[in-house]
């Protein structure tokens, strides 16, 4: 008895050792500070991934001291690397001027790099940014205009991106068949992304007909060199997506996964793991960061699933008052209030399904402006031919001049928002000869000069089309948009002085923001004199054209601006 009771006492011991050792063993892993070390010493040795993560720590203040400025410069060393996630959260770091100073033109930089690498939110959040600040259209324009020359002369890499272009509506209206047929033209080149660029579109059935055969097809051609599409692969072999259950196809992607991970990939999906337990509450947005790469690089358990899910959740319910009041802005084409609550929403962990809506909604509604301004300038147009046909008059002049303003105002923000549009280049060049002709019926006879001379001049050669304050024009321009406001003065100055230079009126129109821009509310007499500035420029700017109007992106400065109107009133 006495023995049977000792062994009932250690069967008990080695049961709750046994209980224990599971409990410990299947217990989540979570991020130590032994971790942080090592993740540290590796991104000192220059892993990328490691120097993403770093930054990622000083930026939420996990387990060490939150710093921005130490984490924009951990993000800026694996960008500067081409990771293309470090070059996203740079890229928000200087538009919101997060730990460094706000400069759009850095993060233009950094967000287009990343964008080309294929990184999904860094083409969303362009998208945005293009419809928050109509200032950068020109810049996006040409960005836009190089990718199609070089798509165009055939390069897979130039047609995946204008995929996205189209797609996501970067610079440009969203045009869904645009979108495919440049994926479709890189994708039967080879081009790996663009191939799951179309298995996704092909699954989820919105830029085209859904298609599963297709979407299966493309992702089996992506999975080849890319890891993502055959963590998708695995997924939909086992019943995701709508897709029939294969157990023999799930096997085969599940061991390419396998041999494709190696020491380094599997302690940095476990240290993903590791954050996303440890994050979960107390780090939300951080842990679904982890979310997202473990989405890329295993496929998703049950557990880690509904994880994600419940993060994903509380993201769309902290964003759900900034995204209503957005939608509701833009259905009263509110566009100031629409432009400051999208630029709320463009935080690093935004919500990328609700914000590509909003850019779709947005991108809309200015297709329908544009197209209402351009019947506008077709109709104007066709009154100013009619006048030019007709015998001239002195009386006329008036009513031609104010032809010639309105055409202005309604082509103007048109080709502003769409400086790519072939019909709106088409019209504007159209009109120009027109009102060249009226203009010259209008100019009135020089003194001395004989009938031979005026017919000598006008057989001579067209003067050159090149704008004499183009130039300065665009340099000022370009540190305008950096941000670089004391130097852009100086070349905007340069330009209003040029003679003949169709610039004047506006480049007037930016200096007198250069100045306002540079108010500081501490430093009241300098803010009296900067906003003294402002007013006279604007003055100016409507002296030489009394049609201008502000740029889109500046309406804060639309009461300087309407002061400056009553005051030459």
């Not at 008990?12 to 993740?39: E, F, K, V």
């Not at 720590?57 to 470090?86: L, M, T």
């Not at 000598?456 to 321009?477: L, M, N, T």
Request: net charge positive.
């Amino acid at each position: 008895m006495h023995s049977k009771g000792r062994i009932k006492i250690l069967l008990l011991i080695i049961s709750i050792w046994a209980a224990a050792s599971c409990l410990i063993s299947c217990a989540p892993a979570r991020l130590t500070r032994a971790d942080i070390d090592h993740l540290r010493i590796s991104a000192q040795k220059g892993d990328a991934r490691s120097r993403v993560l770093i930054g990622e720590a000083y930026e939420f203040g996990a387990d060490v001291p939150r710093d921005q400025k130490i984490a924009a410069g951990w993000y800026q060393q694996a960008a500067d690397q081409d990771d293309p996630e470090a070059q996203f959260y740079l890229g928000v770091m200087y538009e919101r001027g997060a730990g460094i100073n706000q400069n759009t033109a850095e993060s233009l930089k950094w967000l287009f790099r990343s964008a080309e690498s294929g990184y999904e939110k860094s083409q969303i959040m362009l998208a945005s940014l293009y419809l928050k600040d109509r200032g950068l259209a020109q810049e996006f324009s040409k960005k836009i205009k190089k990718y199609r020359q070089s798509a165009q002369k055939g390069n897979p890499i130039a047609q995946y991106i204008l995929g996205w272009v189209y797609r996501e509506g970067v610079g440009t209206p969203v045009n869904p068949r645009e979108a495919l047929a440049w994926y479709q033209k890189a994708a039967h080149q080879g081009n790996a992304k663009a191939q799951a660029a179309l298995g996704n579109i092909y699954l989820e059935g919105k830029l085209a007909p859904a298609s599963p055969g297709d979407a299966l097809l493309w992702y089996q051609k992506s999975a080849e060199t890319e890891m993502p599409s055959q963590v998708k692969l695995c997924e939909l072999y086992k019943g995701a997506g709508g897709i029939k259950e294969n157990e023999e196809e799930a096997k085969k992607w599940s061991k390419r996964l396998a041999e494709n991970t190696d020491a380094s990939l599997r302690s940095y999906i476990d240290t993903q793991h590791a954050i996303l337990n440890t994050e979960k509450d107390r780090n939300p947005a951080r842990a679904l960061r982890a979310c997202n790469r473990l989405h890329n690089a295993e496929p998703a358990g049950k557990e880690t699933s509904d994880i994600c899910q419940s993060l994903q959740k509380q993201t769309g319910d902290k964003t759900e008052t900034r995204f209503g009041q957005a939608k509701s802005a833009l259905e009263k084409k509110d566009w100031e209030k629409f432009r400051d609550h999208l630029s709320g929403m463009l935080i690093a962990d935004f919500d990328p399904s609700r914000v590509r809506r909003l850019n779709a909604a947005a991108g809309r509604l200015i297709e329908e402006e544009t197209r209402a301004r351009e019947k506008t300038a077709r109709e104007i147009l066709r009154q100013m031919e009619a006048a030019d046909r007709a015998s001239y008059r002195k009386k006329n002049a008036p009513q031609i001049i104010k032809m010639i303003n309105a055409f202005k105002v309604a082509v103007n923000p048109a080709l502003r928002d769409n400086p790519e549009d072939e019909d709106l280049l088409a019209l504007v060049r159209k009109a120009g000869k027109v009102i060249a002709s009226l203009q010259e019926k209008m100019r009135p006879p020089q003194k001395g000069k004989t009938e031979d001379k005026a017919a000598s001049d006008q057989q001579e050669e067209p003067p050159d089309e090149h704008d004499p304050g183009e130039d300065d024009y665009r340099k000022a321009q370009t540190l305008f948009q950096g941000g670089r406001y004391d130097e852009a003065a100086r070349y905007f100055e340069k330009a209003t002085k040029i003679r003949g230079s169709g610039h004047i009126a506006s480049a007037y129109i930016y200096l007198g923001i250069s100045n306002l821009a540079r108010i500081n509310p501490a430093n009241i007499n300098e803010a009296r004199k900067l906003h003294l500035k402002g007013l006279v420029y604007f003055q100016n700017a409507l002296r030489f054209d009394d049609a201008i109007a502000l740029p889109a992106g500046f309406d804060k400065y639309q009461s300087v601006f309407e002061e400056a109107k009553r005051r030459l009133k």
